[in-house]
Nanobody
Framework: QVHLVESGGGLVQAGGSLRLSCAAS????????MGWYRQGPGKQRESVAT???????QYRDSVKGRFTIARDNAWKTLYLQMDNLKPEDTAVYYC?????????WGQGTQVTVSS
């Protein structure tokens, strides 16, 4: 089991920045990769960024150059640095982990970007 808790969401003006954190506990030694998803109002959940054990990253096109995913060495904390935020980034952001065939989700943190 991997337990995930997100923090760092909030209200920010367009052009501002936020850093989300995801604290992982439990069987973190089994984690293969982690990432961030988001779900905006009336929208489906979508992948934002992923990070593998090998350090490979993937970003959705709309956040490339603005968001950066990173982690500490032991998978204890996953981060998402979000710069130059736009109103369309408004969503609940979820932390996600894939560990040896099992997937785990956090409870989500709200990010609201005002214009």
């Amino acid at each position: 089991q991997v337990h995930l808790v997100e923090s760092g969401g909030g209200l920010v003006q367009a052009g501002g920045s936020l850093r989300l954190s995801c604290a992982a506990s439990g069987s973190i030694n089994r984690i293969n990769f982690m990432g961030w998803y988001r779900q905006g109002p009336g929208k489906q959940r979508e992948s934002v960024a992923t990070l593998t054990n090998g350090g490979n990253t993937q970003y959705r096109d709309s956040v490339k150059g603005r968001f950066t995913i990173a982690r500490d060495n032991a998978w204890k904390t996953l981060y998402l640095q979000m710069d130059n935020l736009k109103p369309e980034d408004t969503a609940v952001y979820y932390c996600y982990s894939w560990a040896m065939g099992d997937e785990y989700w956090g409870q989500g943190t709200q990010v609201t970007v005002s214009s």
